[in-house]
């Protein structure tokens, strides 16, 4: 009984002391072309904030002439997900034609499945857990460190019981990988930063119905300057965004 209680009071002690962390990822995204970038991700007990740092390096449009095919890859710019856990909600800061949104969105469900086996594995010194999850469209592997004992990862990713170093979606288009940990912060981050964006807000059906809809004004110039004849594929069925597809979709085609 009483290790049990020195075991009872450790955890306790390690959860109600948790300290801000910050993380940086290299994240490698491998749709039609190969980009790597940068997320720095600040997390505290209830609230993560994540920004990922443009790279426009494959930007334009390009052309196979072996496939006939062209690929347009438009000029993106830093976003930004802060995840809060007390007011059960995401905020991302993104961007369509040059013009920054505040999007809103209700905090997602993760449904994680943690490995029952003894599966670990270390990185950058801490020792990891392996957890499944499938979300929007994608399914995931994480690697997870209870040591660090807050519940986010990069981008939206929450809900795991410590903090995640390393998610790939089992495509391999989109893999996270830490690179550095500050932790514990000497000093308090500014979670603040997205009420410091200039953006129009919007919620995240209304966000997403922009983009299809920019996608057709995009798609309707091209054919306008393409040879008579020339075919198009379109349609949610080829994003490549992290989200494929959205909870109102799934209902909507049921």
């Not at 795991?160 to 979606?169: A, C, F, H, N, Q």
């Not at 004849?229 to 597809?245: A, F, K, P, Y």
Request: charged share 25%; aromatic share 10%; proline share 3%.
């Amino acid at each position: 009984n009483f290790a049990l209680a020195i075991i009872l009071l450790f955890v306790f002690s390690a959860t109600a002391q948790v300290k801000n962390v910050v993380i940086e990822y290299n994240l490698n995204v491998s749709n039609e072309s190969y980009v790597q970038k940068k997320v720095v991700t600040i997390c505290a007990k209830n609230t993560s904030l994540s920004k990922t740092y443009a790279n426009n390096s494959k930007a334009g449009i390009q052309t196979d002439e072996n496939t006939n095919s062209i690929n347009v890859t438009e000029k993106e710019s830093d976003t930004y997900e802060s995840v809060d856990l007390v007011n059960n909600s995401v905020i991302a800061i993104d961007n369509i034609k040059n013009k920054n949104f505040k999007i809103t969105e209700p905090l997602p469900v993760m449904e994680w499945k943690l490995s029952k086996g003894n599966e670990v594995k270390e990185i950058d010194t801490f020792i990891c857990s392996k957890a499944l999850l499938s979300f929007r469209g994608r399914n995931y592997i994480a690697w997870y460190t209870p040591y660090i004992a807050v519940p986010f990862g990069p981008w939206k990713f929450y809900g795991l019981p410590g903090l995640i170093l390393e998610i790939y979606d089992t495509d391999n288009n989109y893999h996270w990988t830490v690179s550095k940990i500050s932790y514990p912060l000497t000093n308090n981050s500014d979670l603040t930063v997205l009420d410091k964006q200039n953006a129009k807000d919007i919620t995240l059906k209304d966000f997403v119905e922009e983009i299809e809809k920019q996608k057709q004004i995009m798609y309707a110039r091209i054919m306008k300057v393409m040879p008579r004849g020339t075919t198009m594929e379109r349609g949610i069925d080829n994003r490549t965004s992290v989200e494929l597809v959205y909870e109102w979709e799934v209902k909507k085609k049921k």
